[in-house]
Every structure is written in C-alpha cells, then in structure tokens.
C-alpha cells in the first residue's frame, strides 16, 4: 500500500512568489496534518483536517499560508507570498478517524527554499 | 506551557554500549508520550509509544510521571540505530497535534 504522499519534494523560489505543496493521505484515513520543521527548530504542527474540515488550525503561522482539503482527499498548502522565513521541510501526515488517537503516517517531506 | 525537552543535540555511542536518549516534557492535560524515528533518507516513522509497552528493535521507554520524562534505552547499540530521534507527546485518546522535541542525532560509532 502506497504510504503518504507529498509534491513536489524540493521547491526553490523567489521571496514573493506563489508555491502549493500537495498532499496524498493514506486511502480512507480521514485526519490530516501539516507540520513544518525550520531550519534549526522542532518541527511544528500547522493545521489539523478532519476529511474535508479544517478541525485546528493553530498553527498557521499568518494569513499568507492557505490549507485547502476539498473532498476530504488530498490536501494543498499555498503560500502567497513566499518570505525568507517560510524555509523549511513541510511535513503531511495521516491517520484514521474515529477520534482514538491513531497512529500517524507521515509523508517524505516537501523542502521549500524561498531566496 | 506545552512543550518537550530533548537535551542532547547529539549524542555519540560506541556500537555494543548503552543508549540513553532523555526526554523531558510539560503538558497540562493527559499526555501520550511517542518517540519517532528518521534514518538517512527514509521518512519519519514512529518507534514506540508508551501506551503499548513495547520493546521496537530493542528500544525500550518508560513514562515517569513524577518526573515527567520519557526516556528511550537500549542496552546494546547497533549501527543501524545510527537516526534522528524525536521524543514527542499528543493528547490522550485524541486525534491530535502531535508536539515535538527538537530531536536528538544519534550516532553509532563502530
């Protein structure tokens, strides 16, 4: 069975610019979340779905960074516009429903580099 | 404050010797205690948890409550344990955020 999945694995862009991450849960698993590691930092949660419904999103760290889950599927995370600080590994992880405490999966990671 | 302490930025063990990666947290709820693991290239994985009990690839971690530490030990290192290791918590029966420790590097001399 194919893990969690993330695209692209590496992104390089300018400060301003526009990127999306993309992330492919495991098939049937209804929570999804998004952490972020910094350079030199812990890796820290960003936001938390519930299929298509945003259930925490308290670690959004400011109104430039937009989650979208449409479908309950797979999910995109877009900054607009990028700035020096959004470089880091962004993390997608996955596990099933049901409110128990699930084990989750995490997917490779997307390195952001904004120059 | 919800947190988690990883003192050790790295840690350099001869294989065969012990290994202690130590773990230190705060939380004001019911906390589950994790330890993940990311060897070279691979992604980040879960190694044990506390609710289960387990011993995952000779690793062992007890939940000292008192005080609130979540050790990971082994008695005989092997180069393959040679990874990043993340202590980590999450609340209690919850699909939640799980919160991270800085991570220890642990290096396996031979």
């Known amino acids: 069975e194919a893990g969690v999945t993330q695209f692209p694995s590496h992104s390089v862009i300018e400060k301003g610019q526009t990127v999306t991450l993309r992330c492919d849960p495991i098939?049937?698993?209804?929570?999804l979340y998004w952490y972020r590691r910094v350079m030199g930092k812990e890796i820290k949660f960003l936001l938390h779905?519930?299929?298509?419904?945003?259930?925490?999103e308290s670690g959004m760290p400011n109104n430039r960074f937009l989650a979208e889950r449409t479908g309950g599927t797979y999910s995109t995370l877009k900054v607009q516009p990028a700035e020096l600080e959004d470089s880091g590994v962004y993390f997608c992880a996955s596990s099933l429903g049901g409110g128990r405490s699930h084990e989750q999966y995490f997917g490779p990671g997307t390195r952001l580099t904004v120059t | 404050a919800q947190r988690v302490t990883q003192p050790e930025k790295l840690l350099s063990v001869f294989k065969g010797a012990p290994v202690e990666l130590k773990c230190n947290y705060s939380?004001?709820?019911?906390?589950?205690l994790f330890w993940y693991v990311q060897y070279s290239r691979q992604r980040l994985q879960l190694l044990l948890r506390?609710?289960s009990r387990e011993s995952i690839k000779g690793f062992t971690a007890d939940l000292n409550k008192g005080e609130t530490s979540f050790h990971l030990k082994k008695p005989f290192a092997q180069e393959e344990d040679s990874a990043m290791y993340y202590c980590a918590l999450s609340q209690m029966n919850r699909d939640d955020k799980i919160i991270f420790g800085k991570g220890t590097r642990l290096h396996i001399l031979p």
């Open positions: 779905f519930v299929k298509e419904s945003k259930q925490d």
């Open positions: 098939s049937g698993h209804d929570n």
């Open positions: 939380y004001s709820g019911s906390p589950e």
């Open positions: 506390h609710i």
